[in-house]
């Protein structure tokens, strides 16, 4: 059987978890217009991801942002060379690196929370432009429904001021 086929699917956020990036990385990778991240539809209809998937992602496009710190955090692991390395290291060796990965995950989403803040506020300023606009058509017919009833207050006393003089 296919590995890839059996492999295990992961949504956004359990990907991103797992990589040490946000989630928002993980979509924005996805929806790059050239050698975008592969994803995998569920049965649900939802897009999911595959570790392996991402691994190439990221030797594909070593220098996009997160890209290392992920690469870092999926780098297969031999598990005899890691029970070594735990027994060579001391207990402040391996904190250090869980600092470091820790570090590198809230580096990556700091950045996606600056992207996301940085649309916020383009939008918002957007709005406010939108909403300027608005007022100021909104003054245009005010202003055009004045003379309106103006010139039918002028045409109505008018007519009433000929009828009376005829009466």
């Keep these: 059987m296919d590995g890839a086929a059996t492999e295990q699917l ?21 929806v790059r217009p050239d050698r975008a991240l592969a994803t995998v539809q569920a049965p649900s209809g939802r897009r999911m991801y595959r570790v392996s998937d991402l ?42 690196d869980t600092a470091g990965t820790e570090a590198e995950t809230l580096r990556a989403a ?34 055009a429904l004045q003379v309106t009833v103006r010139a039918y207050d002028s045409a109505m006393t008018i007519v009433t001021a000929s009828r009376t003089r005829h009466d």
């Design 10 to 30: 992961y949504s956004a956020n359990g990907l991103a978890k797992l990589a040490g990036v946000g989630a928002t990385t993980i979509h924005n990778w996805t």
């Design 55 to 96: 691994r190439r992602f990221i030797a594909q496009n070593p220098d996009l942002r997160g890209a290392a710190a992920a690469g870092r955090c999926l780098a297969p692991r031999n598990s005899q060379a890691a029970s070594l390395r735990r027994s060579d290291t001391s207990g402040a060796s391996a904190e250090a």
């Design 110 to 143: 700091l950045r996606d929370l600056k992207t996301a803040v940085d649309a916020s506020i383009q939008a918002v300023a957007r709005s406010a432009e939108l909403a300027e606009q608005t007022a100021a058509a909104h003054r245009e017919i005010i202003a």
